[in-house]
Structures are given as structure tokens and as C-alpha cells.
């Protein structure tokens, strides 16, 4: 299991969940993601490097985004946004530049 760190922007999405098997269901996805760090969908184009996982809950599309870095010991699984699929990468495009 990789450790985790979180950006700014997933970590104050995540913490504002108000709702806990939404809340639930990201985190239970982070767990696969730091089991599995290659279980997302790996993006093409402006966002190469980074990865993509789908979260469903309700019916509703939710996605994380995340890279794998490597660290002095290995890797480690760095969350940059979570949040629901409307806009989602028009979003990250954004914070990454």
C-alpha cells in the first residue's frame, strides 16, 4: 500500500462532503487507488501523466485525479482533484498551469 498526499483542492473538496457514504465511497476509491496505484485510466494530451478513477454513487459520476510520484523510498499516490465529473477537467486544466 503507497502513502498518500493530498493537493489543496482535493483535500478541502473532501473535507467539505457533508454527505458520509459519499464521503465513504471516495475514500474507500483512494484505498483502491494506493493498492492498485495503476487502476485509473492514464490521461493523454495536456494531462499525460496524470490519472483519472471513477467514482459512482447515486447514479452520479464522481472522479479523482492523481500521479504517482516517486520519493526517496519508492512512490507515493498524490491526489490533486476530487470532485463530480461536470467541468471536472476543465478544472484540473486549469489548476495545473
Known sequence: MLPIAYLKPAENYLKKLME???KK???EAINAIRNDPYIG???RGDLSGIY???VYYQGNNY???YRIEEIQHGEMVVVILAGSRENFYNEL???LR
Open 20 to 22: 458520509k457514504p459519499l
Open 25 to 27: 465511497a471516495f475514500f
Open 41 to 43: 485510466e492514464m490521461k
Open 52 to 54: 483519472g478513477y471513477d
Open 63 to 65: 472522479e479523482i485525479a
Open 93 to 95: 486544466k486549469r489548476y
